[in-house]
């Protein structure tokens, strides 16, 4: 089992451009998170999908959307990069919300110049 | 309102030395604890949780914590520190009255833990 997945790893994105990150899980999990990592703010919600076909605003949604396609994937989109959006992002899962441990992808490192 | 507090923002322990390193929470009914490890350049692994029940928890690589409710605490220890130990450690916890979309986890800004040969 590959567990989560997050490509790319790696993005430079100048201000006002677009990308998708993407995020799958093989462990059959209900639901799916995007969160954001940035020095001295330890970890931030962006979005969650408690199941398939469900999406919620978490702590800091602005800016972004998410899609739930299926019950493997679950994406995030930047509509227009801000400097203020260069982060860590990593994506999760998990059984079933948050009573059940989450596991993480190895995270899409992104900078906005 | 849920919170969690690790207060300490860097841990230094000798190698082969007993480490703890601590999490106090606030939740208005009953808490779920965990416990994640971040080594450099990497996603969260999940180490330990408490739910219910015995209050000391055991997890992975030898960790354990120990849940005190009158001292809403959660502290992570490990009897003899090794080197590869070194990461950064996040409690989280959730309120078991939370429902709907409150029903997320609030994690703690991380402790990071240095142990030195």
């Known amino acids: 089992n590959a567990g989560v997945t997050q490509t790319p790893k790696f993005q430079v994105l100048k201000t006002g451009q677009s990308m998708t990150l993407q995020c799958a899980q093989d462990m059959n999990h209900n639901s799916m998170y995007w969160y954001r990592q940035d020095p001295g703010m330890g970890l931030r919600l962006i979005y969650y999908?408690?199941?398939?076909?469900?999406?919620d605003k978490g702590e800091v949604p602005n800016g972004y959307n998410v899609s739930r396609l299926n019950k493997r994937e679950f994406s995030l989109r930047l509509e227009s990069a801000a400097p203020s959006q260069t982060s860590v992002y990593f994506c999760?899962?998990?059984?079933?919300?948050?009573?059940?441990?989450?596991?993480f992808g190895p995270g899409t490192r992104l900078t906005v110049l | 309102a849920q919170s969690v507090a690790q207060p300490e923002d860097q841990v230094n322990v000798a190698e082969g030395n007993p480490l703890t390193v601590k999490c106090t929470y606030s939740?208005?009914?009953?808490?779920?604890l965990f416990w994640y490890v971040q080594y450099p350049n990497r996603g969260l692994q999940f180490l330990l949780k408490?739910?219910?029940?015995d209050n000391l928890v055991k997890g992975s690589y030898g960790f354990e914590a120990e849940f005190n409710k009158s001292q809403t605490s959660f502290h992570l220890k490990k009897p003899s520190a090794l080197v590869s130990d070194s990461a950064l450690y996040f409690c989280a916890v959730r309120d078991s009255l939370s429902a709907g979309n409150n029903r997320k986890l609030i994690w703690g800004l991380g402790t990071s833990l240095a142990v030195n040969p």
């Open positions: 999760a899962s998990s059984e079933w919300d948050s009573y059940n441990e989450q596991f």
């Open positions: 999908s408690a199941s398939e076909g469900t999406t």
């Open positions: 408490y739910i219910t029940g």
């Open positions: 939740v208005s009914g009953n808490p779920y």
